[in-house]
């Protein structure tokens, strides 16, 4: 019963937040059952210290969910999936310098620079930690959130060139980010003793892990994006089309598990191919809208679940008064190292390609972070460091989701009406 139990609070309670955002507060969705769910976790905690049985039992419900299964095996390949099926596959390709540049370039300076400011900073508090896990909190903070970025676009407006790059860029560093993280814990398990995984964690270890994990997921994600894509031009069912799609999600979920490849890049690079597949032949789809407007309300169903689970999450995490201001601290050094992490590359690129200063400014306040930063917190090993990454994790997700996405929607108004058709 305990499962069912969860879903009812789950659906019970997001439908609740959705509801009186709606009727009520009318902000985006998900940044509305963020704030929501904020709120239902403080009223929790008093009526735990109030001793109120019904709240600790909820609390327990909470709990129980494995909050980084139900991203990593649940809703985000689906999300990004569904995401990458609306990004224009061929815009994308023309960018595909650019963006595969500031997915591996940005996100190494970004895991290197906040992991050496956080080392630096816990030994102004005393803490010591070491340099290893430093990094590690750079590497699960650094990848902008692929699902937080794309409701923000939807709802932006910006320019087709600017969305597609910075849709493109946030798409592919989650997977470099999370491949990193998996080389990371694998260097920081080896030293405390614990057992490593995969290859070992030399420099050619790591290349071939990276390559594994990265380009495996890549070529795996397009295999079956084939397969399902032949499989949707012989029929012309929605019904089947729909159970055809979901197929070849989960499988990229299931078998990238299975041969330790990147599942999530699995899920960008199939839907990337059927998107672009059905632009050039929409006959293989019986009704382009109606498939379309499946997988957009999937899309919608699931961020507002998963932001919603985000905000409860809160009352499992441990908080102190130093871990709070270790985590507001972090805010300004995340952006700034962000910032730093977004020009480099710009510099680079920008002697054979000319980037809108628009662009720079959405890129570096329009990457937020979100759920997948918290659910690779909860991954790292049971310890005062898990606790306190945790926190300085929920006060940066939680900063970036409420004010930099109930913000960057005024610095896209501004690039849409200084668009002038140049440079990206």
Not at 93 to 114: D, E, Q, Y
Not at 117 to 127: D, K, P, Q, V
Not at 256 to 282: Q, T
Request: proline share 3%; aromatic share 8%.
């Amino acid at each position: 019963m305990q499962i069912l139990d969860l879903a009812t609070l789950l659906v019970c309670v997001t439908a609740a937040l959705a509801f009186v955002n709606a009727r009520y507060w009318k902000l985006p969705a998900s940044i509305g059952v963020t704030v929501g769910g904020l709120g239902v976790s403080l009223i929790i905690f008093g009526l735990v210290s109030l001793d109120v049985p019904f709240a600790r039992e909820a609390v327990m419900l909470v709990r129980g969910i494995e909050f980084s299964d139900f991203v990593f095996q649940g809703v985000l390949s689906f999300l990004l999936f569904a995401g990458a099926l609306g990004v224009n596959s061929h815009a994308l390709w023309g960018l595909r310098g650019p963006v595969l540049t500031f997915a591996l370039l940005s996100t190494a300076i970004s895991i290197a620079l906040v992991g050496g400011a956080t080392y630096a900073l816990l030994g102004l508090f005393g803490i010591q930690i070491s340099f290893v896990y430093c990094l590690l909190f750079g590497a699960l903070i650094s990848p902008t959130d692929p699902v937080a970025v794309l409701g923000m676009l939807k709802q932006a407006g910006v320019p087709r060139r600017i969305e597609t790059l910075v849709a493109g860029e946030s798409l592919f560093n989650d997977g470099v980010g999370v491949v990193a993280f998996a080389v990371l814990a694998g260097i920081a398990a080896a030293g405390g003793g614990g057992e490593v995984h995969g290859p070992a964690m030399s420099a050619g270890g790591v290349a071939l892990f990276f390559a594994q994990e990265a380009l495996g997921g890549l070529a795996l994600g397009l295999v079956l994006g084939w397969v399902g894509w032949l499989a949707l031009r012989s029929v012309s069912d929605f019904v089947v089309e729909v159970l055809v799609t979901l197929s070849v999600v989960l499988a990229c979920t299931a078998v990238a598990a299975n041969l330790h490849v990147s599942a999530p890049l699995a899920a960008v690079a199939a839907g990337l191919l059927i998107g672009s597949l059905a632009d050039r032949r929409p006959e293989g789809l019986s009704s382009r809208e109606r498939f379309e407007g499946f997988w957009h309300l999937a899309d919608e169903l699931l961020n507002i679940f998963l932001f919603a689970l985000l905000a409860l999450e809160v009352v499992v995490v441990r908080f102190s008064g130093q871990s709070l201001l270790l985590g507001l601290i972090a805010i300004p050094m995340v952006l700034v190292i962000r910032t730093i992490s977004v020009q480099l590359p710009v510099m680079v690129l920008g002697r054979r390609r000319d980037f809108n200063p628009y662009t720079r400014r959405l890129m570096i306040w329009g990457g937020l972070r979100g759920a997948i930063s918290v659910a690779l917190a909860f991954t790292v090993p049971a310890g005062p460091e898990r606790d306190l990454f945790l926190v300085m994790t929920y006060v940066v997700v939680v900063f970036s989701i409420i004010v930099q996405g109930l913000t960057v929607g005024r610095l896209a108004a501004r690039a849409s009406g200084a668009d002038t058709g140049e440079g990206t």
